[in-house]
């Protein structure tokens, strides 16, 4: 145990999680945990830095991301599990990391001028940009060094991110003369993006999605939506697979290999329509979501049991991030 290197990563309280989620990321993860000491935390306060004035699903959608993580087979034997107000490390930590972070890097960081400008376009007013969602960066890297975290596994837009918090740690460092923090690395999934229904990015705000809590009947529903060879109008039509920009997408996720051939032969030949490829592609998702739903489940009617979790890996968190914290005091030379 005390050998393994270390990885963190997050996800803010959004709510249910899709299908994307989980085999963009959720997946990644569950793997690594056998491999790193893992922790995976909620993201309470990144939610606040946009969302301070909509706090009335907050408690909800933590513990929706979590019956969903548990669901996946995020484990909380294995790694740990933790809610990020619940580590108050990561909040001390971030002021003494936002004193030696230059204001300029800051403002540079991609994702932030994107957030910036949705905001802006949203609510055309600068103004309502809080303080602390500038200092977004800063705190996700404090969430990152709370472990002097070796690998943090992210998707594509998150590099950026830990990119800067190299930097951070690099600085630190220098500043203090001490080679106290390690310089953390992506670590990128090579899966590609799941496609949403409609052929764009998968995500909640599109409605496009695939929950992971949805209901067979709700995800057959859903697929039934889904983008196919726009080319192929009539069921005597004959299809091309390559051309079916979400179905046959999907059916290379779930199929076989065999599932897989079949359809080829059946879409191009049009001795299947796209209605029975849907349902049967339906049928096969739902297979293979149905352990993970069952596994949701049995956690959702055990409110005890989701606190339990979320206290015990928070307290388990707060031991490491203590010693990573008071290293950093000392090395920092405050009074003590
Ligand atoms: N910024 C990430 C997101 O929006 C969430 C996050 C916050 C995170 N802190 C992190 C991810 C630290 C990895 C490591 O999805
Ligand atoms: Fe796509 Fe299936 Fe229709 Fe072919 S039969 S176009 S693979 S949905």
């Known amino acids: 145990m005390e050998n ?10 959004t709510g249910k999680l899709h299908l994307g989620h989980y085999f963009g990321v959720l ?33 909800e959608n933590v513990k929706n991301v979590l019956l969903d993580w548990l669901a996946s087979g995020i484990n909380p034997d294995k790694s740990t599990v933790y809610l990020q107000s619940f580590v108050p490390e990561t909040a001390m930590l971030h002021i003494y990391l936002s004193m030696i972070t230059p204001q300029n890097w800051v403002e540079r960081d991609p994702t932030l001028k994107d957030l910036a ?10 103004s309502n940009l809080s303080y602390g969602l500038f200092g977004y960066p800063v705190l996700m890297t404090a969430d990152i060094l709370t472990f002097n975290t070796h690998f943090v596994p992210v998707g594509i837009d ?9 930097d951070i740690a690099r600085r630190f460092n220098n500043i203090y003369k001490a080679d106290y923090f390690i310089e953390p690395q992506p670590l990128l999934t090579k899966i590609p993006l799941m496609k949403g229904l409609d052929g764009n990015k998968m995500g909640k705000s599109f409605n496009n999605d695939i ?9 057959e529903k859903k697929i039934k939506t889904g983008i196919t060879d726009r080319n192929r109008i009539r069921k005597d039509d004959k299809g091309n697979p390559e051309n079916c920009e979400v179905i046959f997408e999907y059916w290379k996720i779930f199929g076989s ?19 029975e ?7 096969k998702v739902n297979e293979v979501l149905r352990p993970i739903r069952e596994k949701r489940s049995q956690f959702e009617n055990n409110d005890k049991l989701i606190k339990e979790i979320i206290y015990d890996g928070s307290a388990k968190a707060r031991i490491k991030a203590k010693e990573v914290l008071d290293g950093a ?5 405050m009074y003590k």
């Open 4 to 13: 393994k290197k270390r990885i963190m990563s997050g996800m803010r309280p």
């Open 27 to 59: 997946k990644n993860w569950v793997d690594l945990q056998e491999k790193y000491e893992s922790y995976f935390f909620i993201a309470d306060w990144h939610a606040l830095t946009t969302k301070y004035n909509q706090t009335d699903d907050l408690k």
């Open 117 to 126: 400008k949705i905001m802006k376009d949203k609510q055309e007013n600068m």
């Open 158 to 166: 998150q590099v950026a991110h830990v990119e800067l918090s190299r």
């Open 211 to 219: 929950k992971i809590s949805d209901s067979e009947e709700i995800t």
């Open 257 to 275: 290999e065999d599932d897989i051939n079949e359809v080829c032969q059946g879409c191009k030949n049009a001795t299947m329509g796209c209605a």
């Open 277 to 283: 490829c849907k349902k049967r592609l339906a049928q």
């Open 329 to 333: 005091i000392d090395v920092i030379k």
